[in-house]
């Protein structure tokens, strides 16, 4: 059974750059047919897709976040990561990566999340 | 800035049957594309609930049930139990904005 597991730091300053990776376990995601996303949640808010890179390395995010967010993989490591530049108060939430096989566009396998708060 | 609009609460007793609606647009829900339904326990991450309007994964019991019509579609829970209570978010792709969007997220309370 695949697993997923955020990692980065919990505390970023404002104007700084987020970070996170997502290490995968029980598959590799060379795998055909899928796409790995990150997707987020304000606090006491509700869910925000933020982009996704497919197996191919292709990516696409969300118009909003477009202009700062890179998303990443490396496959030797089984991981895929989020870079969010220019961070506020507003990038405050839970970050949580989940896959989505391309022929399904959901969801099915999700993270536990990592808090990150934007705070100096 | 979610693009499906879900009712921010719905209730009801042990046993009754409750839905939730999703209401979309022309360019996710009404364009053709496929909704999925998530359940979010308190303090866990987002579990797929529902997926391709209509089927289940196969550990989600069959209280559960979704429906897509036009330009929207709802998630049905029969048989209310006290586990249920939980946050639910409908889920769709946009072709306007090229990408997943979700609903606004109903909290369901069992009475």
């Known amino acids: 059974q695949m697993q997923f597991q955020e990692s980065g730091p919990g505390l970023v300053k404002p104007s700084q750059t987020l970070s996170l990776t997502c290490a995968v376990s029980?598959?590799?995601?060379?795998?055909?047919?899928?796409?790995w996303s990150w997707i987020r949640q304000n606090p006491g808010k509700g869910l925000e897709w933020i982009g996704h890179i497919n197996y191919l390395g292709a990516t696409s995010y969300s118009p909003s976040l477009k202009s700062r967010v890179s998303i990443s993989q490396d496959t030797t490591k089984n991981q895929f990561s989020l870079r969010l530049s220019s961070v506020t108060a507003a990038d405050t939430g839970v970050y949580y990566c989940a896959r989505s096989p391309l022929v399904l566009l959901a969801f099915d396998i999700w993270g536990q999340g990592t808090l990150v708060t934007v705070s100096s | 800035q979610s693009v499906l609009t879900q009712p921010p609460s719905v209730s009801g007793a042990p046993g009754q049957r409750v839905t939730i609606s999703c209401a979309g647009s022309s360019s996710n829900i009404g364009a053709g594309y496929d909704v999925h339904w998530y359940q979010q326990l308190p303090d866990t991450a987002p579990r797929l609930l529902i997926f391709d309007n209509i089927y289940r994964p196969s550990r989600v019991p069959d209280r559960f049930s979704g429906s897509k019509s036009g330009t929207s579609a709802s998630l049905a829970i029969t048989g209310l139990q006290a586990e249920d209570e939980a946050d639910y978010y409908c889920?769709?792709?946009?072709?306007?904005?090229?990408?997943?969007?979700f609903g606004t997220g109903t909290k369901v309370t069992v009475l």
């Open positions: 029980g598959d590799s995601i060379n795998t055909g047919g899928f796409s």
């Open positions: 889920q769709s792709y946009d072709n306007s904005l090229s990408g997943s969007v």
